[in-house]
């Protein structure tokens, strides 16, 4: 399988449909699958995170750029990935398919009114859906007793929106219990889909922009935005070590 390494961590280097026919398939096939949609922030937290960098690195079955800084990394390395995938954008469409077919689906994250109006929308857009389960990321209980309850429920689809390294640690709890299910871990996804946060307009999406929109709507994530000059600095400190391998 076509991958390409960033700092350790293997992505697909599959473009958004084909992707789509990747996920269509596991769905087909009842095959339990961990997706995780990996930016530059996540890339730089398995550094410090053993148990985290290995879920990415060895459970996850899918990992998607989803960060235009994973593509310039890439590039910087001489290597092309084909495009960005976003969580959002594969949450959007999970949802779609899931309406056409009926599927069960268990939401876990977020506060508790956005958990429910994200619930609400599901319900008035997607009505096919099944929800089987709905939990705000407030919850007191250990992540195994979270996973326990999500497989008793017997979902087809799993979505949550804990943060990293959190939601990935919960589906990957899942993934070893070989629940029959596609599992995603979709960060900020519920609030931009309930409308309590505005997603970017198209323009800054298209240019690649989302990062800087959410910077200025939202000030406070400044401090999240200094991992970015961090991160290219370990690409180039890589790169140069790799040239001076190969002398």
């Not at 954008?89 to 994250?109: C, E, M, P, Q, S």
């Not at 099944?130 to 497989?151: H, S």
Request: glycine share 6%; hydrophobic share 45%.
């Amino acid at each position: 399988m076509n991958k390409v390494n960033v700092l350790g961590i293997n992505f697909n280097n599959f473009t958004l449909e084909e992707f789509k026919k990747e996920f269509i398939h596991r769905l087909n096939n009842h095959r339990s699958t961990l997706i995780v949609t990996a930016n530059p922030e996540i890339v730089m937290a398995t550094k410090n995170d053993s148990e985290y960098f290995k879920i990415i690195k060895e459970d996850a079955d899918y990992v998607t750029a989803d960060g235009i800084g994973i593509l310039l990394a890439a590039k910087m390395q001489k290597q092309s990935l084909k495009e960005r995938v976003t969580g959002y954008d594969l949450f959007t469409w999970l949802l779609r398919i899931a309406n056409l077919r009926g599927l069960k689906i268990y939401l876990v994250g977020a506060k508790a009114e956005v958990l429910e109006k994200t619930k609400q929308k599901i319900a008035q857009k997607y009505p096919n859906i099944k929800i089987v389960g709905a939990e705000d990321g407030y919850f007191k209980e250990d992540l195994k007793t979270v996973a326990n309850r999500i497989e008793k429920a017997k979902p087809d689809l799993v979505f949550a929106a804990l943060g990293f390294p959190r939601q990935e640690k919960l589906l990957a709890i899942l993934r070893k219990q070989k629940l029959p299910a596609l599992m995603m871990g979709v960060g900020g996804s519920f609030d931009v889909f309930s409308g309590v946060v505005k997603r970017a307009p198209k323009k800054f999406q298209q240019m690649h922009l989302e990062w800087f929109y959410r910077l200025i709507t939202n000030p406070t994530r400044l401090k999240r935005m200094l991992v970015l000059p961090k991160f290219v600095v370990e690409v180039e400190k890589k790169q140069l070590a790799v040239k001076k391998g190969k002398r």
